[in-house]
Nanobody, 119 residues
Framework: QGQLAESGGGLVQAGGSLRLSCAAS????????MGWLRQEPGQERELVAA????????YYADSVKGRYTISRDTAKNEIYLQINSLKPEDSAIYYC????????????WGRGTQVTVSS
């Protein structure tokens, strides 16, 4: 079925930056819109950023606009999330996901990478 493998999470101080990466194992993921979602304990997953198949259209949740940047490298079949000016409330597990049904919903997930921001 293929895999989405996230990396780049870690422990960082408030105000710092991280770059999350998502490596897609199959070329079919190049056709899909891709998103980054995050989940805090006891909370539902929240879509924070998304990019369409060719990288020309992006979406950001209001809470992250101006600090998060999503991008994709079609040659490497990777998706990135640059996070700047990190805040403690950004702490969560971040998941890379694909909209494989092209429905506007993200239905195929990676295992996630933990981001923890200390104050």
């Amino acid at each position: 079925q293929g895999q989405l493998a996230e990396s780049g999470g870690g422990l960082v101080q408030a105000g710092g930056s991280l770059r999350l990466s998502c490596a897609a194992s199959e070329r079919r993921f190049l056709r899909y819109s891709m998103g980054w979602l995050r989940q805090e304990p006891g909370q539902e997953r929240e879509l924070v950023a998304a990019v369409n198949w060719n990288g020309e259209t992006t979406y950001y949740a209001d809470s992250v606009k101006g600090r998060y940047t999503i991008s994709r490298d079609t040659a490497k079949n990777e998706i990135y999330l640059q996070i700047n000016s990190l805040k403690p409330e950004d702490s969560a597990i971040y998941y890379c996901a694909a909209d494989t049904l092209m429905s506007g919903k993200y239905d195929y997930w990676g295992r996630g990478t933990q981001v923890t921001v200390s104050s």
